[in-house]
């Protein structure tokens, strides 16, 4: 079975008719963390309608645009900003992870390369729970949310 996500997870609160406006649709993963899927298509196309551009300090350069923290300071309630980007890809039980954990718009710690460090740093506890990727929830998903495809072409029509 597979499991091929791309998201950013939020510590703290939000601004929901913010995030709307950027349809950053959150998922409360508990722990006061909320989850907001995104993709390639996704972040180009933000990069280029809000013409923010440039790069995160990243251990590995899936997901690593400046653009994220730009979205993140525009919908976050909170001061600093914490924030993890998180990317899976499983398939057959084979495959990997990355994850970076975000303070503003700086790496808070380039150590950090799991996803569940990045829960861990955000304040996710095991728990009971097999890692902090079983307490948050996150093998409740399996893929990326379809509304996500509809970017490709929304980012055509931009160039």
Sequence with gaps: M??????IVLKGPY???EADKYELTGVDLNFDLTLFFIDNDFIDYWEKKLAYSGYLE???HLVNKRVI??????????DPIEYAVIVTAYVGGMGDQFAN????DQNADLSVKT???A???LG???GNHLDEFDAVGLGRFRSNPAYLAKYQKLLGELE
């Design 2 to 7: 597979s499991h091929i996500i791309h998201a």
């Design 15 to 17: 601004n929901h008719q």
């Design 58 to 60: 990243s251990n590995c």
């Design 69 to 78: 923290y730009d979205l993140m300071k525009r919908i976050s309630l909170s």
């Design 101 to 104: 954990i975000y303070r503003n």
């Design 115 to 117: 996803i569940n460090e």
């Design 119 to 121: 829960l861990n740093y």
């Design 124 to 126: 996710a506890d095991q």
